[in-house]
């Protein structure tokens, strides 16, 4: 079994422990053996991204540019490749783990047309003969922290615009799942990026990820994963003084009123609770339907839900792929029990599925009769688990709606013009979808949440300049 070693300073760095990297579809298939860092190699990889950085800040945009569409085309060129990878280590569909990478490389493309878009302010001054100018300068080292559902989309989200506006990276995907991380490292290798400005080591939270949140020498961190995981960090970036944003958890209401098309409700609720095997932070997982349409959506939902195939990742017919782990499946069936325990009739799914290959595989789930103070309402289950709350009209359902911790995304199906727009203006979520799913967004425009889900400015499209850059506004007096 080929070791994959750490990325430190553009050269391949072997580490003295090793995580085998287990397929969900199928156990007996070990994707890799995977670097397990030490904190040692953690701060050998922020030394060397120091050191590259002065002159990758100074680099010219046009040369920025090519190197960051040059890795944008190698994604797009190896997307069946790096899919298979993907859907092999993670558990999604080929098609959804090929989109994803293809996603990534137009990510890259989108972030390299930024480096050519860069622009300042140049301002009166309030004094004669002065002049005022507002710029943006790269924050330094970035340490870009990610979790295991989307291994390629969201490390490359981040590492995109860091590179794009300036910095260097330092990479520490989740050791679940590090397997498309370390083929970004190597197409990075490829491209020829100068060494040290891009650097990936593979380990622990508690190791790796903590050495880069305690680092003097780390500008900013950029995370995405659990609101425990996040606070903590978010914690220890302020205590050594970085920059931090933190993408987290949610617990996604879709509203469906009266005057809903019941069936693109059940199609939009469909994909957004279960597609991805329900393992996205945007899934809907709260279904908040009124009194007349609740009976036709519930069934509509289960029918739909009766034709799911779940399978291997990289059977053509599979819908939806395994829980991507065996402690992420005990969970989903804990909180099976507690539903159940709390009163919620569970009325669809939420089996143990055996398949030819052995496999974290279960039916997707759906609890009907639930209030909103339920645990299973209240937590992020984060599996094919959805709960659907029965409600007297719109008022009651965007209270219940905003009746939450969290503010990723929500959903509303309705016909009616007035309550869409008043649901866009007053749902609290950071996303806010009408008649579709709480899931599926666009690169080139900003996302990210309100409340518990997220701190910081906003990832992606342009206002992701607002995290990885600083702005510097300076005076002259020519003379
Ligand atoms: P997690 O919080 O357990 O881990 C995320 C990352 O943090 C991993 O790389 C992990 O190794 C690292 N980590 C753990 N402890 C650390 C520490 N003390 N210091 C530094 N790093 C540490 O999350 P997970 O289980 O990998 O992912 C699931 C969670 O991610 C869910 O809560 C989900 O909602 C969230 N998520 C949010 C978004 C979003 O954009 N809001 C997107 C995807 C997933």
């Excluded at 959506?297 to 034709?307: G, K, N, S, Y």
């Excluded at 539903?339 to 997707?364: D, F, H, I, N």
């Excluded at 009408?434 to 992606?460: D, I, M, W």
């Excluded at 992701?464 to 510097?472: D, N, S």
């Amino acid at each position: 079994m080929t070791h994959h070693p750490n990325y430190i300073g553009g050269e391949w760095v072997a580490a003295e422990a090793h995580v085998p990297n287990v397929n969900p579809s199928d156990t007996d298939d070990i994707v890799g053996e995977y670097a397990l860092a030490d904190a040692s190699q953690a701060r050998a990889a922020i030394a060397a991204a120091r050191q590259a950085f002065p002159a990758w800040a100074a680099l010219s945009s046009q040369r920025r540019f090519e190197y960051l569409d040059q890795i944008g085309s190698l994604l797009i060129a190896r997307k069946h490749e790096l899919g298979m990878l993907l859907a092999r280590e993670q558990g999604k569909t080929l098609s959804n783990a090929m989109f994803e990478v293809e996603r990534a490389g137009y990510t890259f493309k989108f972030f390299a047309g930024e480096c050519l878009r860069m622009q300042g302010d140049h301002v009166a001054s309030l004094r004669p003969g002065i002049d005022i100018d507002v710029t943006r300068e790269p924050l330094g080292v970035i340490g870009v922290i990610t979790p295991w559902n989307f291994p390629i989309g969201i490390p490359v989200w981040k590492i995109a615009p860091a590179l794009a506006y300036g910095n260097c990276v330092v990479f520490k995907p989740p050791e679940l799942v590090p397997a498309c991380g370390w083929e970004l490292a190597r197409i990075i290798h490829e491209v020829g990026l100068p060494h040290g400005v891009f650097n990936l080591v593979v380990g622990k939270g508690r190791v790796v990820g903590e050495a880069m949140t305690t680092s003097p020498d780390v500008n900013g961190i950029s995370f995405t994963g659990s609101v425990a995981v996040g606070r903590q960090i978010g914690l220890a970036a302020m205590q050594s003084g970085k920059k931090v944003q933190l993408e987290m958890g949610g617990k996604n209401p879709m509203v469906v009123l009266d005057d809903a098309n019941v069936d693109l409700a059940a199609d939009a609720a469909l994909d957004a609770a279960f597609y991805f095997t329900g393992q996205r932070c945007t899934a809907s997982s709260r279904l908040i339907v009124t009194d007349a349409i609740h009976d036709r959506f519930v069934a509509a939902l289960r029918e739909r839900m009766r034709r799911i195939t779940v399978g291997h990742a990289l059977d053509p017919a599979t819908m939806i792929g395994p829980v991507v782990s065996e402690a992420q499946l005990a969970q989903n069936l804990e909180y099976l029990d507690v539903g159940k325990r709390e009163g919620a009739r569970l009325v669809e799914g939420g089996e143990l599925l055996e398949r030819p290959t052995k496999g974290y595989y279960m039916s997707p789930a759906l609890f009907v009769d639930t209030a909103n103070g339920m645990r299973i309402n209240r937590e992020e289950i984060f599996g094919p688990v959805a709960a659907v709350i029965r409600v007297r009209d719109y008022e009651e359902a965007l209270h219940l709606a905003n009746d939450t911790e969290f503010g990723l995304a929500s959903s509303i199906c309705t016909s009616s013009q007035k309550h869409a727009a008043h649901f866009r203006r007053y749902s609290q979520a950071g996303l806010v979808m009408v008649n579709l799913p709480t899931a599926g967004f666009e690169y080139h425009v900003p996302f990210g949440g309100t409340k518990a889900s997220s701190y910081g400015s906003r990832e992606q499209g342009r206002y992701a300049q607002e995290f990885f850059t600083t702005v510097k506004t300076s005076y002259m007096r020519p003379i």
